[in-house]
Every structure is written in C-alpha cells, then in structure tokens.
C-alpha cells in the first residue's frame, strides 16, 4: 500500500522513537511516482538481503525508471548533448563507499558503484576510465541520449546558450554561446558573488538521495544522479562525494538534493550525521546543515533527508515552495510527505521567534 500525505513544515518529522516492527525502514528524495517506487522497492529489497542491497536496488530503480528525467540515462545532457552520471553507495559498516562520477555510456551507475566497493581498494573512479572500470566487471555500453534530450540541446544553443554555468569569460555567456576566453582576473580571483548554479524544484532537480535501515539496526546511505543539464562537460556534483551527496555511520544516516556545486561546500550529509552523533533530534540536525548554508548562499535551493538509530527522521530544505520526500516501513508502507522549505526570510524569523529548531 502507497499512502500520501500532504503537510507542511516539522509535520512528519518523528521525534519518537519508531517502533522495531516498522524497522527496516527507509527514507529518500522527492515524491514523483518513480521515486515512490524505488523506494518501495528498497525496502522490499533490503528485507531480502539487507541494506545494501536494499540501497543498491533502491536507486537502480530510479535509474531504470528516469525518475523526472534528473536520474539515469536520457536526461540533464551537457554542453555537447551527453548524458553522464554520478552514483554513491555507503556503508556504515566499516565506513565502505564505492562511488562513480561522470560515467560515461553505462547506464548503471549504482551498481558499477557498488562494484567500486566490493572489487577495489578505491573510493572514486571518474570519466572515461570509470566506464572502462564498469566494461571490466561485466556492463555493457549502451546508448544515453534520447531524442528528447537531443532536442533539448538543439533548443538550448538556439537560445544562445541559456542557462549555462560560464563566468568571468569573453564572449558575455548571459547572451552568447562560447567558446570563450577567460578574462583577466585579479591576483584574488575576482569579485567575489553568492550566487548559485541553479534554481531546484520538482521538475528541475538532480538526485535520489536515499538512507536505508535494516534489520541489524544498521545503516547504508547513496545517491544516483545525472547531474545539472547543460552542465560543463566533466563536471561532477556533490552526489558522488561522501559527505556530501550522503554519509552514514552507527548514529545515522543522510542524504541529499539540490545544486550540488554549493553543496559539496559545506559536506551537508556529514554535518547532519555529526550534529545527531552530538545528540541532535534529526529535524534539529538537518536544519542546522540547511541554515549553515543559506548563511552564505541565500539563493541556494536543496535539501537534505535524514534518519538516527531511533528510527527519528528529519528533513529540511531550502527556497523551494517545498519539498517532497518518501518513509518506507517494513510492511511496505510507503508515506509521501510535503515539507515547506526555508527561506533567509524565514530563518530569521524563526530565530528571533525561537521557533525553528536550529
């Protein structure tokens, strides 16, 4: 059974301790139905064969599905019309993570990953040489453009270039394509500015982010993704990067969407499993990691998910009308919740009202 519940801000936020018979559960990104699917998915999966795999087949779900064309192949082309993806998978247990980024042509990102895990001594393979790595282990090459994102590339040069990621360059890339010459630039690196990459929302987001806890009252944690569109080809995002797209240890587990280039900045998924290591409730922790952010990006747009050994989970976000995520309990139960998101409005708010629970 698929329940959906629509509320807002610190409304599904459990502050009590969930029960052992809703455990294993998990928690991920955004309510669109494939994403509700990978979750149900998940949590059949890890009663199976626990929280990896549960993890593994989660996400690869997404990948299979396109979730809102943000994860998998046929979506977010770059600057030459390529789709490539980034994936991390991490396990508490023995602090293990197995992470892909910028992988071209292979259309399983969380499972070459989870083969970075298992078949290597490292953490993250990248490009060109992550694509060989998945061939070596047994995927296959296989096309990622679709006409759709072919001709979302068409449509995007005849805009001239707009949006794109370019700055400090000649020709102005506000109004023109490239290719463009770096301007010169002071000894300090030029003007500093505050302004982000991108604006999320539901139909223009970059990740599943899920945090999944099994029978051993243990967590694992990962992302999938295919990155910003017209991203500038090499580009990778925080989603791969533990830390950052997600973390886990014995106190919890965290993950995260958004504009991963101001992200990876601030390790949210870290600091978020820090402060409830610290004590923090997970709606206090994730609010904390949101805040700390907005401080130096007020435009930022993102958001964090969160679980603690308790079964408690938390959830903020940022300058979105608001956001969207999935509870999956051990009977299969799938809970889809609405939060409100955080504006600097709003935070300094609800600090001089003592209200938000930062």
């Known amino acids: ?38 979750t149900k998915n998940a949590i059949a999966s890890t009663l199976v064969g626990g929280r990896m795999y549960g993890l593994v087949e989660g996400l690869s779900t997404c990948e299979a599905l396109q979730c809102d064309t943000t994860v998998g192949f046929g979506g977010s082309p770059d600057e030459n019309g390529e789709t490539c ?116 929302e539901k139909n223009n987001h970059d990740t599943i982010g899920m945090v999944v806890y099994d029978l051993d009252n243990k967590f694992s944690a990962g992302t999938s993704s295919n990155g910003a569109r017209f991203k500038i080809p090499g580009r990778v ?56 952010i907005l401080d130096a990006y007020p435009k930022f747009s993102g958001a964090i998910v969160a679980m603690n050994s308790r079964g408690q989970t938390g959830v903020a976000c940022a300058n979105m009308k608001t956001f969207g995520y999935n509870i999956a309990y051990r009977n299969g139960t799938v809970v889809t919740t609405k939060t409100g998101c955080l504006t600097p409005k709003t935070v300094l708010k609800h600090e001089k009202n003592k209200e938000m629970p930062i």
């Open 237 to 292: 995002g925080d989603s791969p990067i533990p830390g950052a797209g997600a973390y886990a240890n014995s106190y919890g587990g965290c993950a995260a969407t958004g504009d991963g280039d101001v992200m990876m900045r601030f390790l949210p998924s870290y600091y978020t499993v820090l402060q409830m290591e610290l004590g923090a409730k997970p709606s206090k922790a994730t609010h904390k990691a949101i805040k700390r």
């Open 1 to 38: 059974m698929i329940l959906f519940l629509v509320c807002f801000l610190y409304c599904s936020q459990l502050e009590v301790a969930v029960s052992d018979d809703n455990i294993p559960m998990v928690i991920s990104t955004w309510d669109s139905d494939g994403f509700i699917k990978a």
């Open 85 to 200: 993806l980034d994936s991390m998978v991490f396990d508490a247990e023995g602090m293990r993570v197995g992470a892909v980024a910028n992988l071209h042509r292979i259309r399983d990102a969380a499972k070459v990953a989870w083969g970075v895990m298992n078949y290597t001594k490292h953490t993250l393979l990248v490009g060109e040489s992550a694509t060989q790595f998945a061939k070596s282990i047994g995927f296959k090459e296989q096309e990622m453009s679709t006409n759709e994102t072919k001709g979302w590339i068409e449509s995007w040069k005849s805009s001239k270039c707009q949006p794109n990621f370019w700055k400090n360059v000649s020709p102005d890339p506000s109004g023109s394509c490239g290719p463009y010459q770096p301007n010169a630039l002071l000894s300090s690196g030029g003007r500093f500015s505050n302004q982000v990459g991108f604006h999320v």
